[in-house]
């Protein structure tokens, strides 16, 4: 813009020149007043005239050319300071970006410098960090060969072993199928637990060889161990057995049958019926759960839980037998009696239930009956202890002192720890008037089961017999803290007549309970599926 502007007052100065140009040319001169001359003189002025006015032609045409030269030194020059401004202009804006681009440059070259110096810096840390890496690596290698070397020679010494095992695997697979899965509630026959023991000593070869067993291995290895009175080791085959294979009834039978023999009545009920919801027909599980149920004073859900095992098979003489057992519980001996009959008429060979039948025969009265079932279960088993024990205690009750201690002692020389046969031992012998004897006997029963109530009684009575007051109520003392049903008992028990009169006594025994002392001591001993002598 400022350019156009310049260019159009050149113009304009150039015009104006010009203008006063053709004013000066055509400027009229003043009239002069002429003079009467000669005619050479005329001739003369004529001439000069003439140069004159050629010499002002010249001179005007020179300034057209003065004045059209100075129009194109103006144009010229406008134009170059047209030309000059838009080029100082364009130089300026090229040099502000070319500033602004040596900036950028320089910036760029100083963040270029700087990431040079942190690549460099880097570069050196990663070089030292390669440097160690390559230590570290070529410790890795060495460590990699000499774990390699080892391995190597350990696989030359394993080599044996795998061989080793692969022979106990083949072998378990073997001895397998001679071994089948073992339920604890059954019998057992003597070759078949020699069977069984041979295949548990060949699992524990092969556990310790490497070989990976199955849950009916652990199975059958709890149940070697609970045929060998190792009941902690069973339940801890058992749980494996259980943890391979949480669905395996049969394992969860055991398990619960095994804790009714250490007396973990509630923890059973719950694999009882673990086993029950997995196979809701299995009778060997619901005939367990009835004694748990019974053990812990569920009675009635016991006789409901048997008679559900009834209901899926009568054809079973051990639910038969325990049903007896619960409904003798019960007090429904004739029913009771009645169910033994069944599960003899299924199993006649069975020496526990005649000794059951004895057990509740006794219970009503019918002693001479109860001692022929008794003889009957001896006959079958003559080491059956609990049946020498069930038949000495109705010898007892039919005051037959000396025969009952005959079958007492062949009790106790096949088990010397069985606390029943030594407590009725004991009794046996105080009623023949030899307390010593009867309070070493009594002794020995507490020893082996310090919470036998039946021991603590009778050596009360034996010590009161003899005088020994401050014993004799020690003894009472405890015999009633275990059971309250004592009291009444020791009222009427001619064994306490020394202490009838006593006030300590007397003090002791207030209340009355009227509970059958016998009944009680001797069904607390009672186990599945078939013991239930005291």
Known sequence: MKGKILLFFCLFLT??????????????????????IPDTVIIRNETLDYAERS????????????????????????????????????????????????????????DALKDAKNCAKEAAEHSQKTEEHENIITERFEFVQEEFEAIRKL????????????????????????????????????????????????????EGAGVELTAED?????????????????????????LINPKFASAWNNKGFTLNEVERYKDALKAFEKAIEIDSNYVTAWANKSYSLSQVGRDEDALKAINKAIE??????????????????????????????KAIEILPDSAEIWDNKGFTLNDLGRHEEALKAYEKAIELNPDYFVALNNKGYTLNELERFEEAITLLDKAI????QYTNAWCHKGFALTELGKNQEAISALNKSIEFDTKYANAYYYRARAYSRINEKGRSLEDFMKAIELSIKFKEKAKKDEGFKNLWADPDFKKLVGGNEDEDLEKEDLLKNKKIPHKAGS
Not at 160 to 169: F, G, H, I, Q, S
Not at 320 to 326: A, E
């Open 218 to 242: 652990y199975n059958n290895r709890g149940a070697d161990f609970y045929y060998d009175g190792e009941y902690k080791k069973a339940l801890e085959a058992f749980e494996k057995a259980i």
């Open 312 to 341: 899926i098979d009568p054809g079973v003489a051990d639910v038969w037998n325990n049903s007896g057992f619960i409904l003798n519980k019960l007090g429904r001996y004739h029913e009771a009696l009645e169910a033994y009959e």
């Open 55 to 110: 010499f002002d032609r010249t001179l005007d045409i020179f300034s057209w050319v003065l004045a059209i030269v100075g129009i194109l030194i103006t144009l010229i020059t406008v134009s170059l300071g047209f030309m000059f401004a838009s080029s100082l202009r364009k130089f300026t804006k090229w040099k502000e970006e070319l500033n602004k681009e040596i900036k950028e440059y320089k910036d760029e070259i100083e």
């Open 413 to 416: 020389e096949i088990n010397p």
């Open 155 to 206: 696989s030359e010494e394993l080599t044996p072993l795998v061989e080793r095992t692969k022979k106990y695997a083949e072998e378990i697979a073997d001895k397998r199928d001679q071994v089948s899965t073992k339920n604890i509630t059954e019998k057992i026959s003597d070759d078949e637990k020699e069977k069984l023991e041979d295949f548990a000593e060949a699992l524990d070869k092969a």
């Open 15 to 36: 015009v104006t020149q010009i203008s006063a140009h053709q004013n000066d040319t055509l400027q009229i001169k003043p009239p002069t007043i002429e003079k009467q």
